[in-house]
C-alpha cells in the first residue's frame, strides 16, 4: 500500500510536468502567432501610407506641368487630387533663401482622401525655382530646412542653371487622415523627387 501511493504521487508529478510544458508550448505558439498578426497588420499600413506618397507625386507632377506659367511665376492655384481639391493654394516667395538672377516659390498642400478603412492622407511640398535666362543662375539655400527629409548627400543647396526650371517635389503618404497624422498608429512614407 505504500509503495502505491509513492506512484501515485510520482503520476500526479509526471502529469503536471506534461502539463506545463504543454502550456509553455501553447503560450509561445500564442505569442508568436499574435507577433506575425501584428507584422502582417503594420505592412498592411505601411503599404498605405506608401501609396498615398506615390500617388501625391502624380498628383503632384500633373499640377505642376498643367498650372506651369501660375506655379513659376509664384500665383495662386487650386489642386485637385482623388476627387478632393486642396482649395486655393498660395505660395510662400523663398527670396530669403535664393541667391542668384531668378525666383524660387514653395507650394503646400494636402488631401484626405480613400474610404471606408483605407483613409489615408497625402502632403505635398513642392519648390519652384525659375532662373533667367542671361543671369547666372539660382540657388535655393536651405534645402534641408525647406523639405523635410531632404536628403543630407545632396547638400543643403540646389543649383539650377540659367534659364532652367528646377522643381523638387517631396510627399508625405499617411495611413490615416490628415487631422490624425501626429497620432498613435500614423505611418508615414515618404517620396522625394527632383527635375
Given at each position: 500500500m505504500y509503495n502505491s501511493q509513492q506512484q501515485a504521487g510520482f503520476a500526479l508529478l509526471i502529469s503536471m510536468l506534461v502539463v506545463g510544458v504543454v502550456i509553455s508550448v501553447g503560450l509561445s505558439i500564442l505569442d508568436l502567432s499574435i507577433k506575425q498578426v501584428r507584422l502582417s497588420s503594420d505592412a498592411r499600413e505601411s503599404e498605405l501610407a506608401f501609396h498615398a506618397a506615390n500617388a501625391g507625386m502624380e498628383c503632384a507632377r500633373y499640377w505642376r506641368r498643367d498650372e506651369a506659367a501660375l506655379v513659376e511665376n509664384g500665383q495662386a492655384m487650386t489642386p485637385s487630387c482623388f476627387g478632393v481639391s486642396a482649395g486655393a493654394v498660395t505660395p510662400s516667395n523663398l527670396a530669403a533663401n535664393v541667391t542668384g538672377d531668378g525666383d524660387a516659390y514653395k507650394y503646400e498642400y494636402d488631401f484626405t482622401w480613400g474610404g471606408g478603412t483605407e483613409v489615408r492622407c497625402t502632403r505635398v511640398?513642392?519648390?519652384?525655382?525659375?532662373?533667367?535666362?542671361?543671369?547666372?543662375?539660382?540657388?535655393?539655400?536651405?534645402?534641408?530646412?525647406?523639405?523635410?527629409?531632404?536628403?543630407?548627400?545632396?547638400?543643403?543647396?540646389?543649383?539650377c542653371e540659367a534659364g532652367s526650371r528646377c522643381t523638387t517635389v517631396s510627399v508625405q503618404g499617411y495611413n490615416l487622415p490628415c487631422a490624425n497624422t501626429g497620432g498613435i498608429g500614423a505611418v508615414q512614407r515618404e517620396v522625394l523627387l527632383e527635375f
Open positions: 511640398n513642392m519648390i519652384v525655382a525659375s532662373s533667367t535666362t542671361n543671369g547666372a543662375g539660382i540657388t535655393i539655400n536651405g534645402m534641408d530646412t525647406l523639405v523635410a527629409g531632404y536628403p543630407a548627400s545632396s547638400g543643403t543647396s540646389r543649383f
